[in-house]
Nanobody
Framework: QVHVVESGGGLVQAGGSLRLSCVAS??????MGWYRQAPGKQRELVAD???????NYADSVKGRFTISRDNAKKTVYLQMNSLKPEDTDVYYC?????????????WGQGTQVTVSS
């Protein structure tokens, strides 16, 4: 059974930084990433990274956020700098496998990030 656990959210002033961490138990994950969701809105991709290190970022966070991954520890990190109030959301970690049975996503419980102006 796969467990995905996030940590590192909190309250920060605009312009500040936070670092999110996520560890996933279980098998190999083709990609890991971070999504965020505001109440009443769809969950959106923030950044993801493949097992080979290829990264992908939402335009709104490029240049401010950095995603990294430790494959041995099955851990993914999101360093968030120059935070803005509009970055306030619940952030969810995603671990994805791609196999014979198709694509399968595993999600953490979410961690709140609040940026005050």
């Amino acid at each position: 059974q796969v467990h995905v656990v996030e940590s590192g959210g909190g309250l920060v002033q605009a312009g500040g930084s936070l670092r999110l961490s996520c560890v996933a138990s279980g098998s190999f994950f083709n990609s890991m990433g971070w999504y965020r969701q505001a109440p009443g809105k769809q969950r959106e991709l923030v950044a993801d990274i493949t097992s080979s290190g290829r990264t992908n970022y939402a335009d709104s966070v490029k240049g401010r956020f950095t995603i990294s991954r430790d494959n041995a520890k099955k851990t993914v990190y999101l360093q968030m700098n120059s935070l803005k109030p509009e970055d306030t959301d619940v952030y969810y970690c995603n671990a994805r496998t791609v196999g014979v049975g198709g694509l399968r996503d595993y999600w953490g419980q979410g961690t709140q990030v609040t940026v005050s102006s």
